[in-house]
């Protein structure tokens, strides 16, 4: 099964407006991380998030961390017609260093 | 050009034949990562890598075989046991510290079945 779910699946937003998805998880981790997917592409790492930490920035990304709720989440301001793409959380949970990703969170941004 | 270099970009399957996928790094990363992705899914991970000659299963590793001679590369083999093979698999690599993961992702190959 995997770890994490996000939600909304599918978000349809226009340029300038902020997108803000969610992602929750069942075990404790180690570090939670988002990725972009373009359609058809591979996977890109955007920020990683420690259990110890509560929030994070990465330009227009900011990404929190609740693990009291077992959830992060990941807001995009000031949205482009380029972010258009696929949103993934992958958490870090063994010593192995695997990532369980969650089903994605599909964003339109239309101009 | 650093990065993870996957081909093909498509592969076709005939009923009954096993293909290869090739997975290529320079980023002298010690670990490597096959996953598959369902449309509208997220990835499920067939086989990883941790070190060269040796491998472990993942979640969905049944029909599928991998190898891991060199550090550069991690070729899998999808099986005539894999009933339902079409998908997109997607092969990453990550050289930092287990507990700070980031993975590395090549472009993709998309598998159909003719």
């Known amino acids: 099964s995997q770890q994490g779910e996000e939600d909304p699946q599918a978000l349809s937003i226009q340029e300038g407006e902020n997108a803000t998805m969610n992602c929750s998880y069942k075990?404790?981790?180690?570090?939670l991380q988002w990725y972009r997917q373009n359609s058809g592409r591979g996977l890109v790492h955007l920020i990683l998030?420690?259990?110890?930490?509560r929030e994070k920035h990465s330009g227009r990304l900011r990404v929190t961390l609740d693990t009291s709720k077992k959830s992060s989440s990941l807001l995009i301001t000031a949205s482009r017609a380029a972010d258009t793409a696929s949103y993934f959380c992958?958490?870090?949970?063994?010593?192995?260093?695997?990532?369980?990703f969650g089903a994605g969170t599909q964003v339109v941004v239309t101009p | 050009d650093g990065g993870i270099t996957q081909s093909p970009k498509y592969l076709f399957r005939k009923e009954g034949q096993n293909v290869t996928l090739s997975c290529e790094q320079n980023?002298?990363?010690?670990?490597m990562y096959w996953y598959r992705q369902d449309p509208g899914q997220g990835l499920r991970l067939i086989y990883y890598?941790?070190?060269?000659?040796?491998?472990q299963k993942g979640d969905i590793a049944e029909g599928y075989s991998v190898s891991r001679e060199k550090k550069e590369s991690f070729p899998l083999t999808v099986t005539s046991a894999q009933k339902n093979p079409t998908a997109f698999y997607l092969c990453?690599?990550?050289?930092?510290?287990?507990?700070?993961?980031?993975?590395?992702f090549g472009a993709g190959t998309r598998l159909s079945v003719l």
């Open positions: 990453a690599s990550s050289g930092g510290q287990k507990r700070e993961n980031i993975q590395y």
């Open positions: 980023l002298n990363h010690d670990a």
């Open positions: 992958a958490t870090a949970f063994d010593s192995w260093g695997k990532l369980q």
């Open positions: 890598s941790q070190i060269v000659n040796d491998f």
């Open positions: 998030i420690r259990s110890n930490e």
């Open positions: 075990t404790s981790i180690n570090n």
